[in-house]
C-alpha cells in the first residue's frame, strides 16, 4: 500500500498562508485517485481536495477558493496551496491514496491563531 510523508504545517497566523507537501512511497503513476483530507480535534476526517480518475480536483466546501491542490507524478509529490487560513483550518493534514487504497500516514499539524 502506498503511504505518503507529509511535511510543511506549522503555526500561522488567520489569513495567512501555507504550502504543505506529501510525497509517496511508491510511484503515483499507479495512483488513479488521491487527495489532501484533514483531521480537526474531535472531529471526522473531512476532505479537503482529490484527484478523480480523470484528473479534476474535486474541493470541500469549506476550502473552496482559498486552498489549491496539485502534484508532480515525476517527483511522487503532492502540494496543498492554503491561502487566507482561518483558525477553523486548524487540524492535521493527511495525503492518502483511494484507488488502489492506500495507508495513512502520519500527517502533518497546522494551527492557525486568531
Known amino acids: 500500500q502506498v503511504q505518503f510523508v507529509e511535511s510543511g504545517g506549522g503555526l500561522v497566523e488567520a489569513g495567512g498562508s501555507l504550502r504543505l507537501s506529501c510525497v509517496a512511497s511508491g510511484s503515483m503513476f499507479s495512483i488513479s485517485r488521491m487527495g489532501w483530507y484533514r483531521q480537526a480535534p474531535g472531529k471526522q476526517r473531512e476532505l479537503v481536495g482529490s484527484f478523480t480518475s480523470a484528473g479534476r480536483i474535486v474541493y470541500g466546501d469549506s476550502v473552496k477558493g482559498r486552498f489549491t491542490v496539485s502534484r508532480d507524478v515525476v517527483k511522487n509529490t503532492m502540494f496543498l496551496q492554503m491561502n487566507d487560513l482561518k483558525p477553523e483550518d486548524t487540524a492535521v493534514y493527511y495525503c492518502?491514496?483511494?484507488?488502489?487504497?492506500?495507508?495513512w500516514g502520519e500527517g502533518t499539524q497546522v494551527t492557525v491563531s486568531s
Open positions: 492518502y491514496a483511494l484507488d488502489p487504497p492506500g495507508s
